[in-house]
């Protein structure tokens, strides 16, 4: 993975949904493995740009898991991450 850039590894990750929409992304987050967090870890190195909106994607994905047991509707879900994206 070393000099590997995002466009080098498929991500395309130009705004927060991408992040979100990413199973690998929120593996990291909810389960990391050993091999994702060193993954992650150097990809954030080379991409530190992206750092503010990773930490606003980790926002999102606990959120959303802290109400998991709540059925949330799509709606709720954009005001959600409107809200978020506001702060």
Known sequence: MSGKNDQDIG???DKLEDFLSNTEFRDWILNPTA???AFWTEW???NPCKGEMIAIAKEVIYTLRHNEGEIIGEEEKKELL????TK
């Open 11 to 13: 991500l395309k990750v």
């Open 35 to 37: 091999a994702q967090r």
């Open 44 to 46: 954030i190195a080379q």
């Open 82 to 85: 409107k809200r978020i994206l």
